[in-house]
């Protein structure tokens, strides 16, 4: 059998690897510019961002807080993904395409609340401090 040859595998390994790097961040701003939860997620990294250097969180802290970061942001993504990828085989209704949209969805929002109980977790008691 021949070997198919994707857009992504012409050229040398530079030239592969630059492509692959533009199509992902295509990808970002598209997500960034037609999906209205990936501007909330920005804003929410930009709070937590401005107090996390405001209260001076701890290296393990901001580990935290950069891996929810990347991991709500992700699943954005991946949702977006799934869904374009349903719209493009159906534009009806069916059940089975509504659990996966949903489905995805709810990655997303279940990354979102463990990323909050974790903020809370971090944030709490720098906030307390500022009472005393």
């Not at 970002?28 to 209260?55: P, Q």
């Amino acid at each position: 059998m021949p070997k198919i040859l994707r857009n992504k595998d012409t050229g040398n390994f530079l030239v592969r690897y630059l492509k692959s790097f533009f199509h992902a961040v295509n990808g970002i701003f598209y997500c960034l510019f037609h999906e209205h939860n990936m501007i909330i997620i920005l804003l929410a990294i930009v709070v937590t961002t401005f107090f996390g250097f405001y209260f001076k969180i701890q290296p393990y802290e901001w580990l935290f807080c950069i891996m929810a970061f990347g991991g709500v942001a992700a699943a954005e993504c991946i949702n977006t993904a799934i869904e374009a990828t349903i719209d493009l085989q159906t534009n009806t209704f069916h059940p089975l395409a509504k659990i996966a949209k949903d489905t995805a969805s709810s990655a997303t929002l279940i990354l979102s609340i463990t990323a909050f109980v974790g903020a809370i977790l971090i944030f709490i008691p720098y906030i307390q401090e500022l009472w005393k």
